[in-house]
């Protein structure tokens, strides 16, 4: 499946007959296809892909993203008065001409999905302001013998149909291994609304490489002289070529030929390793410039918010209240007093409801933070109550450096703050812990600002450059314990009780995932004493929609219990049941995750005469196994975290039975890069087996890949294991 509305790339058409609200979809549609496929591109029109990649899973025999912008002011007549209204026309394109070579590729492009239309109009007595956005599709089959097959898009499946909001997804039938597809995807956005016409709403990156190879890929932009454009060139990506034409638009272009695949999908940060390209576009005085953003223009932008943020956090009142006194500090230990303030913001950011989070309590756990203002607030606060701390600006280790920084929204913000000890505050979702730094940022180099003196509402800075540590791979594990049964009534299936305790990192996902929302709006209720349910709701709804809504998630825990045994076995589990939340973890006091539950699975025990098999080296569950394409690398290694695992398993031997094979289960692999080792012991009627296994790092140069390898081959064949259970 290729998910368009999520691609970065597209392409575009410059006929202003689109942005003319007048004109049926179908009309359009109907242009468009005329225009793109009758357009004579030679690069179109190739069938042929080169023998050297022949083998590879497809090939994109050529691909052009197109982009115009254009404006115009128009005069709105309201009431009383008459405004001006400037509307942004965008029109873009990507079309996409591509070989399918194997089955993997072929369900990869069997269907396109899209947002069909989305409209945000808002009228306002008399007057309306213009906010649509169309996309039209289309895609034909190309047989080996050259006949072509249009795909009829009338017969499209709308996901999502409501009058202002249509999703769509269009299955490609015939399309066979052999055949190439070649179809576009092109979006019409018209809109009035200024706030829409910043660089963050208009911001393309083009990375250059992809996960197929490409034999011909073109980028083409066309903006009217009223735009503002800036563009990055990072990692070393080639330049556009072009300039002003005799209108005074922005015209550039760029021509790729041969551009190559990713060299790896497994732990690689694209905007660190591949050359790419982000452009944006906004509407102010008609200057273009080539941007190569670096640090200081990011020390700006921040500067700037605190200069314009108009107000402090009302955790700072609550925490005074909290501890009653003016001066919380003062009598009570430093920890104590920032973990409290860090839980009552956490308490005031995620546990107040606008009613919004009764159309998905089960993504209410996923929600996130915006840490840039975050960090200003708390800033803020710190300072009033005379606290010394920094502000540390970083990036993702999986997105963009600093130095790479496009808008305001490519870095995020962290807070510091050096007393008896180091104490960080994270701004990044509900069940973020105090002190935590979040894995993202781990290694990465800093902008560190110490607010130094407020002048008014003016703050001056002091700058450091700066680095954050990285955590060791015990601050980030999962340990499992197994209790494992052969049914008695059918001994082809295992009845497992398992607990699980996770910290760090790898907490966070089961936690989101299992943990009620409900359960973690109580618990921080109760940890900052905050206000009832009741009173923290806006708007027209009320506690009993929300308390109705949280009780019915929990009655549902079975199924995310049942979701994640499913996604660590790779299949259905049944007899589900004593599913149970050990410690919730909410905040940092307890800071491992844990739960517990038992199920039976089928698959893992074969019947061989008198005689059972049992794939025990899949109770850990399934370990990561390379392909022959993956085990040679020439570019880093991006891992999530340093991190470890272990797995206690008890398998009861059955009366009647001896173990055998039990010394193939003990194994001891370590170098640098982290280590595997499994024991194996039999203690009366039980096997007892400990399997560990360790990351050392967060990131591997590429020399010591094969150090690597090593040890996700080890972790890997140990799925492979199994004992026999030998009828005495």
């Known amino acids: 499946m290729k998910p368009l509305y999520l691609s970065l790339f597209f392409l575009f058409i410059t006929t202003l007959t689109f942005a003319q609200d007048n004109v049926p979809y179908a009309e359009k549609a109907a242009q468009l296809q005329k225009e793109i496929w009758g357009t004579t ?93 169309n996309t039209f599709i289309g895609a034909k089959i190309v047989k080996p013998n050259g006949s072509e097959i249009i795909v009829n898009t009338g017969e499209e499946v709308l996901t999502k149909n409501e009058t202002k909001d249509q999703k769509g997804k269009l299955a490609i039938p015939g399309l066979q291994v052999g055949d190439i597809l070649d179809y576009y995807v092109s979006t019409v956005d018209v809109d009035e609304n200024s706030k ?21 890929y073109s980028l083409d932009f066309q903006y009217n002289k009223k735009t503002d454009v800036k563009y990055i060139y990072a990692n070393g990506a080639p330049h556009f070529d072009g300039g002003r034409n005799a209108d005074g638009d922005l015209v550039l272009s760029l021509k790729l030929h041969n551009m190559p695949k990713y060299q790896s999908n497994i732990w690689v940060s694209a905007l660190r390793q591949y050359p790419y390209i982000e ?158 730094v979040p894995e993202r940022f781990e290694g990465e180099k800093v902008i560190a600002l110490y607010p130094d003196r407020i002048t008014n509402k003016y703050y001056t800075f002091i700058e450091k450059d700066d680095s954050l540590s990285v955590a060791t791979s015990d601050k980030n594990f999962i340990d499992e314990q197994l209790l494992v049964n052969l049914l008695p009534t059918d001994m082809q299936k295992l009845k497992i009780s398992r607990q699980v305790s996770e910290s760090g990192f790898m907490r966070l996902e089961d936690q989101k995932s299992l943990l009620p929302a409900g359960d973690i709006d109580k618990g921080l209720q109760t940890l900052i004493k905050g206000e009832e349910l009741s009173k923290r709701i806006k708007g027209k709804h009320k506690a009993d929609e929300y308390s109705n809504a949280f009780e019915q998630q929990r009655k549902d825990q079975l199924k995310a219990f049942t979701a994640e045994i499913k996604g660590k076995y790779d299949q259905e589990p049944t007899e589900v049941k004593d599913c149970r939340i050990v410690d919730p973890a909410i905040e940092n006091t307890n800071p491992a995750f ?76 370590e170098n640098k890069t982290g280590s595997f080792s499994s024991t194996a012991t039999v203690n009366g009627n039980t096997l007892n087996i400990v399997v560990t296994r360790a990351y050392a790092h967060n990131f591997e140069k590429a020399a010591d890949w094969p150090a690597l390898v090593e040890m996700i081959d080890a972790a890997a064949a140990y799925n492979a294991k199994k004992i026999l259970l030998e009828k005495k």
């Not at 829409?196 to 992809?210: C, E, R, T």
């Not at 104590?336 to 756990?365: A, H, P, R, T």
């Open 41 to 133: 591109v030679p690069e179109f029109k190739v069938t042929k892909v080169p023998d050297s990649l022949n083998k590879e899973s497809a090939v994109v025999l050529a691909r052009s993203f197109s982009l115009n912008r254009t404006s115009n002011t128009k005069i709105k007549f309201l009431i009383i008065t008459a405004a001006a209204s400037l509307r942004t026309v965008k029109l873009k394109t990507f079309h996409e001409r591509v070989k399918i070579n194997d089955k993997v590729s072929l369900e990869d492009y069997s269907t396109l999905e899209y947002q069909k239309k989305l409209d945000k109009t808002v009228s306002f007595f008399l007057t309306k302001f213009v906010s649509t956005n």
């Open 196 to 216: 829409n016409a910043s660089y963050k709403n208009n911001d393309d990156i083009f990375v250059l490489a992809d996960e197929y190879p490409v034999l011909y």
């Open 279 to 436: 452009i944006g576009s906004t509407f102010n005085n008609g200057a273009d410039a080539s941007y190569d953003t670096r640090a200081e223009a990011i020390k700006k932008a921040f500067k700037y918010s605190f200069e314009e943020y108009s107000g402090f956090n009302e955790a700072e009142k609550r925490t005074k209240d909290y501890f009653n006194t003016g001066k919380p500090f003062k009598n009570n230990a430093a920890d104590s007093v920032l973990k409290v303030l860090y839980d009552i913001w956490k308490f005031q950011v995620f546990c107040n409801y606008d009613g919004d989070e009764l159309e998905n309590i089960d993504g209410m756990n996923y929600r996130s933070a915006r840490s840039v203002p975050a960090a200003i607030g708390m800033s803020m606060m710190l300072t009033q109550l005379g606290i010394s701390h920094a502000v540390l600006m970083v990036s993702s280790r999986m997105s963009n450096t600093l130095d790479n920084m496009f808008t305001f929204n490519d870095f995020d913000a962290i807070i510091r703050i050096k007393r008896d000890k180091t104490y960080f505050m994270s701004f990044d979702n509900v069940v973020t812990h105090f002190g935590e």
């Open 594 to 669: 844990k739960y517990s539950s038992s199920f039976v699975l089928n698959n893992l025990v074969k019947k061989a005469g008198n005689n059972y098999l049992v794939d025990v080296g899949k109770l850990t569950g399934g370990f990561y196994k390379l392909d022959d394409t993956e085990r040679k690398r020439t570019i880093d290694v991006y891992m999530p975290c340093a991190r470890s695992f272990k797995y206690t398993m008890s398998l009861a031997i059955p009366q009647g039975y001896t173990a055998k094979g039990i010394e193939e289960l003990n194994i001891k692999k």
